[in-house]
């Protein structure tokens, strides 16, 4: 058997529209969230899923409490954290993007590497497929958890999963499948 997964960005956040890298600082959602929200409900049925996890930073529990609510229980688990950034937390983009594209298993300043998240999401992988095989789960996380799926499941590297980002393109959509065997 397997377990589906299908992964939700969390909705806009102002550090996002200031091109901002929160990490693990907390951004507040922007105004966007509440059309994003409203989309996700008509594009998507949300009662297909057996439950939502979602990181323990509040842009993500905001995020899934406001798609999922009442619909299917909600689970946070803080491995589906962002990155640690730590001293870049809440650093402009500019700078913080380059350095996760030339360093994956390089940690930030006093923060963690890609591959520290990619541990982390591989534990919580292995708890998914202990726990809900056969299952549909949804997940609202963030940028590198999804970067570390993308190396796990897809089994692509680190550069071609940046590559291929959906943000560079600007090509969001409802939702993104992952099946884990």
């Not at 297909?48 to 509040?58: E, G, L, N, Y």
Request: charged content about 25%.
């Amino acid at each position: 058997m397997s377990v589906k997964i299908t992964y939700f960005a969390h909705w806009t956040t102002v550090d996002n529209e200031k091109h901002i890298s929160s990490g693990w600082s907390d951004a507040p959602l922007s105004d966007l969230w509440i059309q994003q929200s409203k989309d996700l409900q008509k594009q998507i049925n949300l009662a297909d899923f057996a439950v939502v996890f979602c990181s323990d930073a509040q842009r993500s529990v905001h995020s899934a409490t406001l798609a999922f609510e009442n619909i299917v229980p909600m689970i946070q688990d803080p491995r589906l954290r962002e990155c640690n950034y730590w001293t870049l937390n809440g650093t402009s983009s500019d700078i913080v993007e380059p350095l996760q594209e030339a360093n994956f298993d390089t940690k930030f300043p006093e923060g963690e590497s890609y591959e520290d998240v990619k541990a982390r999401i591989a534990d919580f992988l292995d708890y998914i497929k202990k726990n809900y095989d056969g299952k549909h789960i949804a997940i609202v996380w963030h940028k590198a958890p999804q970067f570390a799926i993308e190396v796990l499941v897809h089994k692509k590297s680190w550069e071609q999963a940046l590559a291929e980002d959906w943000r560079k393109k600007k090509a969001w959509q409802p939702g993104w499948e992952y099946i884990l065997e």
